[in-house]
């Protein structure tokens, strides 16, 4: 396990097949989910498994996972680290996958399948399966996934975060002046008295325009998500490493988003607020330079580069002026 999670992929003596690559993946993880299944059902009870077929179904399981681990390194490190990354988490998954089987079987009485083995193997399955699950034909024109639909995927995943994030939090600014009311009650009088579950005038004027970075949050990812599927490619190394910049730095959105949410109930720290608010705006500026000079914007596209800017740095100076006392 440590092999694939710490080691790096070798670049092939051949050149690199990507539609070789897929087809190989899929095939090593359809017998890697084939010999979970006959490993469980050997130990699923009485009468015990010879030494012979232990040996042999041994044997099978320590091939199946040494061919995941040898087609995940034949992906070389120019394809692209957000591919590497996807890959690798998908080969350390079925590879852990298949440890906590082995523990489980070696741990559990032969009388009968345990409860414990039933959810072991169908967590290699499921393991195995995600392999069709990485991006594909989804973000891009083949049905080989690249560098350009590993970035898409990440892209989409991280909307998915954010808008959720959003979401959240414009559900409690509109639910009342208790942002608390659905998760806490007091037992005895059904009501609370504490003060500092409530959100004051003050601090609502604050809240919406941390409210309206994160809306520029979520435009920034769904535009930069559609201008990476409409212009991206992965066909030289410059532009295989200007998508892999994208996807590192719009991967700090969400988190910084989660942050800036976290900060916002009460009782409001508006020093925390601010640092958070301007966090977010950082990132969020960092990502749309990288995009304005990566290959996929073109010129016709800077014009939501500079109006996603002007939002991001709008909203920041009405969150300074709401809390410079704090300074």
């Known amino acids: ?20 690559f897929w087809n190989a993946l899929d095939q090593t993880f359809k017998v890697t989910s084939q010999e979970a299944t006959k490993l469980s059902l050997a130990f699923s009870g009485p009468p015990p498994t010879s030494a012979e077929d232990c040996r042999k179904l041994s044997e099978d399981v320590q091939n199946a996972i040494l061919a995941v681990a040898t087609v995940y390194y034949w992906l070389p490190k120019g394809e ?17 996958g298949m440890i906590q089987l082995t523990e489980t079987i070696l741990s559990a009485p032969l009388e009968s399948l345990s409860q414990e083995q039933l959810i072991s193997t169908g967590g290699v399955w499921e393991a195995c399966e995600q392999v069709s699950n990485l991006p594909r034909g989804d973000f891009h024109l083949f049905a080989f996934a690249d560098n350009q639909a590993a970035v898409a995927s990440a892209l989409a995943a991280c909307l998915g975060v954010v808008k959720d994030a959003l979401e959240e939090m414009e559900h409690a600014l509109v639910e009342g002046q208790d942002p608390y009311s659905d998760i806490m009650e007091d037992e005895e009088l059904g009501v609370r008295g504490n003060r500092d579950t409530y959100w004051s005038e003050a601090d609502r004027k604050l809240l919406t325009s941390c409210v309206g970075l994160m809306k520029a949050s979520k435009a920034c990812l769904k535009k930069v998500l559609g201008v990476v599927k409409a212009y991206g490619k992965a066909d030289s190394p410059e532009q295989i490493a200007q998508l892999d910049d994208l996807a590192d730095i719009a991967n700090e959105i969400s988190p910084s988003v989660d942050e800036l949410a976290l900060s916002m109930y009460p009782p409001v720290n508006e020093l925390a607020v601010r640092l958070n608010a301007a966090k977010l705006a950082s990132v969020l500026k960092k990502v749309l330079e990288i995009t304005k000079t990566s290959h ?24 300074k002026n709401f809390t410079q006392g704090q300074l």
């Open 1 to 20: 396990l440590s092999a694939v999670t710490e080691g790096e992929p070798g670049e092939g003596r051949e050149p690199f097949d990507l539609p070789r």
């Open 80 to 96: 692209g680290t957000t591919l590497r990354k996807m890959v690798r988490d998908a080969t350390t998954e079925v590879v852990e």
């Open 296 to 319: 996929v914007c073109p010129p016709s596209e800077e014009g939501w580069v500079q109006f996603l800017t002007d939002a991001v740095d709008h909203n920041m100076n009405k969150i």
